[in-house]
Nanobody, 121 residues
Framework: QVQLVESGGGLVQPGGSLRLSCVAS????????????MRWYRQAPGKERELVAA????????NYADSVKGRFTISRDNAKRTLYLQMESLKPEDTAVYFC??????????WGQGTQVTVSS
């Protein structure tokens, strides 16, 4: 019943901005409270899926890949059950399918279907 749905991807010129959203549904209150982290991954054609950003549920601390540090911001709205990724100063190398990932403390691991981000002039 758990479902993660990403949105907000699209075509943008280099230097532009996009905000991705991931809406989580199907979590019970207790299950949602056991989420360890929410993450954004991305995967370009022929490339390995890579971790872009993560936010730890306990304290809200964040981590970013070096390639996006200073340009991307991960955040969450627990009331809306939504994870966000604000992307600024986008580069062509940011082009990829971006996936939302939720990890629970007892081993639950959920993925969305992804949203395409294309950075091109």
């Amino acid at each position: 019943q758990v479902q993660l749905v990403e949105s907000g991807g699209g075509l943008v010129q280099p230097g532009g901005s996009l905000r991705l959203s991931c809406v989580a549904s199907g979590f019970t209150l207790s299950a949602y409270g056991m989420i360890y982290a929410m993450r954004w991954y991305r995967q370009a054609p022929g490339k390995e899926r890579e971790l872009v950003a993560a936010i730890i549920s306990a304290g809200g601390s964040t981590n970013y890949a070096d390639s996006v540090k200073g340009r991307f911001t991960i955040s969450r709205d627990n009331a809306k059950r939504t994870l966000y990724l604000q992307m600024e100063s986008l580069k062509p190398e940011d082009t990829a399918v971006y996936f939302c990932n939720v990890v629970q403390m007892l081993g639950g691991d959920y993925w969305g279907q992804g949203t395409q981000v294309t950075v091109s002039s």
